[in-house]
């Protein structure tokens, strides 16, 4: 026996290719999988065998099969014997007729089969860029969205939000899961909860389930599903992606149902911010896949990199406040996509190159990424001795050690951003402690939106700081921060950026949208609440909005 590069072992041997194919008569034993059209196997009869001849196939319930296969188009045999995965190698047919109101088909014999011994507990994981929903349904009408994150013959995770916790405690067992596929495809069982992981960082609920009572076609879809999204990831690997066809179950359909997943229920302030979340979604994903031991994806950092871009085009301040309008997403997901907002807005655009922004942006979205290698206590400590300084200065390292297949992103740009963001003109930063003579002007302006970005937010050791503290203590360190790129910064984003909730002598709050020519807040958002940006916001009053509201008196720091 022999193996091939998928793992099935081949079996030659004419006696058992005959009992196997013989095992494969019985009723709902066998499918036909065309082969290079992509879609799910079909279930047929295999109905007659002339060893080393034929074999006789029933197509009577999928009659348009007989139009392809005239045409001598490749397909396989698949079936399941005694717990093993079993499959007949490239064959085609030789005719097709009717007979007695039946549709048969004979083909080429094989000359050898195929098995994969049956691996119910072996999990596919899904890899970053493969997006499968998922709906959970309890029988009193309740339903929640997620995220498939692996599948296997006995059952899958599903990556749901916490509200879903109030669901799976009071419904009975057991439950409705149905999974979407962005082709279209669905697969629905019933299914036990069996364990379940809460994320308050990531604001998720991870749930295992066990499959119950499936029936033999539902086997089948599972071992084909199973199968495709193993396919699917194997492109993933180093050097995988140029020499495999892609799954089609993961070609997006227009028959497929909109917006399937986790963060497809939740509630956003602006439609512009649900748009964000998407970006925000891959973030969280990318992070993940670095802590399971991956790299970087170059294909779909590029591809986010451009969707921000394009919602930067479409309206720079919506996209400046949904910024602040991500409470579900980690604080590294909030903090990377507003810098990377942000220091396209400061030190892009005008005269720059539309690829050096892009390469700025993505290494601005990625920048933080490394501290998910590190532990949680170091990132929740208070108070960092000095070994656990030096620890934290590892993310820099640890990062950059999994972008080396981002070879589109400029080698200049990565340093800047990703590199140099936390060294300081006096070398008083990490992780080189370089001087101000050997940092370049983008690594300037990154530092300078890095921390402002920061002591926006909350932080274990301190509560978010008010812009105008902000701007006074940078403006104060003159030794470690660029004052001239300080001073861009108040200039482009003003005293009251959009983004901040302020206080109006009239007693009244808003949150800041837009600013006019002059840099003054010229769109206002009302709100009676001191948290983030929500769905219940109020009117929302333009123009010179000092006229209805009187001056306004301060920043009330919200950590977004």
Request: charged residues 25%; aromatic residues 4%; negative net charge.
């Amino acid at each position: 026996m022999s193996q091939t590069d998928d793992g099935y072992t081949r079996i030659e041997r004419p006696n058992e290719v005959e009992s196997l194919l013989d095992a494969l008569m019985e009723p709902g034993g066998a499918s036909l999988q065309l082969l290079d059209a992509g879609g799910k196997p079909d279930p047929v009869l295999l109905i007659d065998q002339i060893p080393g001849e034929s074999l006789t196939l029933d197509i009577s319930a999928f009659r348009e099969l007989a139009i392809t296969l005239r045409q001598e188009h490749p397909f396989r045999i698949l079936g399941q014997v005694q717990g093993k995965m079993l499959r007949t190698p490239a064959i085609t047919a030789q005719s097709c007729r009717e007979e007695d109101g039946r549709l048969l088909c004979v083909s080429d014999y094989p000359l050898h089969l195929e098995e994969l011994q049956r691996r119910s507990s072996f999990r596919a994981r899904l890899r970053l860029g493969m997006e499968v929903g998922g709906i959970l349904r309890d029988d009193h009408g309740h339903s929640a969205q997620g995220d498939l994150k692996d599948l296997s013959l006995e059952g899958c995770q599903l990556e749901l939000p916490l509200t879903a916790g109030g669901m799976l405690a009071e419904a009975g067992q057991p439950l409705e899961v149905e999974l979407c596929f962005p082709d279209g495809t669905r697969f629905l069982a019933r299914a036990e909860s069996r364990h379940q992981k809460v994320d308050t960082e990531r604001q998720s609920l991870q749930v295992g389930f066990q499959f119950k009572g499936g029936s033999p076609d539902q086997e089948r879809q599972l071992w084909h599903l199973v199968r495709e999204i193993e396919r699917e990831a194997a492109r993933y690997d180093e050097g995988g992606e140029a020499s495999r066809l892609p799954s089609l179950l993961f070609q997006a359909s227009t028959t497929a149902p909109p917006g399937i997943g986790r963060r497809n229920t939740q509630a956003y302030a602006t439609p512009m911010a649900k748009r964000l979340a998407r970006i925000a979604g891959y973030l969280d994903a990318q992070m993940l896949e670095l802590q399971q031991g991956g790299i970087i994806d170059s294909v779909q950092l590029s591809r986010h990199a451009d969707r921000l871009l394009q919602l930067h085009d479409e309206d720079r301040s919506a996209l400046l406040f949904a910024t602040r309008c991500l409470p579900y997403e980690p604080r590294l997901v909030r903090h990377s996509l507003a810098v990377a907002v942000q220091l396209l807005n400061l030190a892009g655009l005008d005269g720059i190159p539309r690829d050096l922004c892009k390469a700025m942006i993505a290494c601005a979205m990625i920048h933080d990424l490394g501290k998910a290698l590190l532990p949680v206590e170091l990132l929740e400590a208070e108070a960092l001795d000095s070994d656990q300084y030096a620890r934290l200065q590892q993310h820099v390292p640890l990062l950059l050690e999994r972008t080396t297949h981002c070879h589109w992103l400029s080698r200049g740009v990565l340093a800047s951003v990703v590199e140099n963001i936390n060294e300081r003109l006096d070398g008083s930063g990490y992780p080189r402690n370089l001087q101000s003579n050997e940092l370049h002007e983008l690594a300037r302006a990154a530092a300078v939106v890095d921390v402002i970005e920061a002591m926006r937010r909350d932080r274990p050791d301190r509560p978010a700081h008010r812009i105008d503290e902000i701007y006074r203590h940078l403006l104060s360190q003159p030794d470690s921060f660029d004052q001239r790129w300080v001073k861009r910064y108040i200039k482009r984003f003003g005293l009251y950026p959009v983004g901040s909730l302020v206080m109006f002598a009239s007693g009244d709050m808003g949150w800041v949208q837009g600013l006019d020519s002059q840099g003054r807040p010229d769109r206002i958002q009302l709100t009676q609440k001191t948290e983030p940006p929500g769905q219940a916001l109020g009117e929302v009053m333009q123009g010179d909005v000092s006229r209805h509201l009187g001056k306004i008196v301060h920043e009330i720091p919200v950590s977004t």
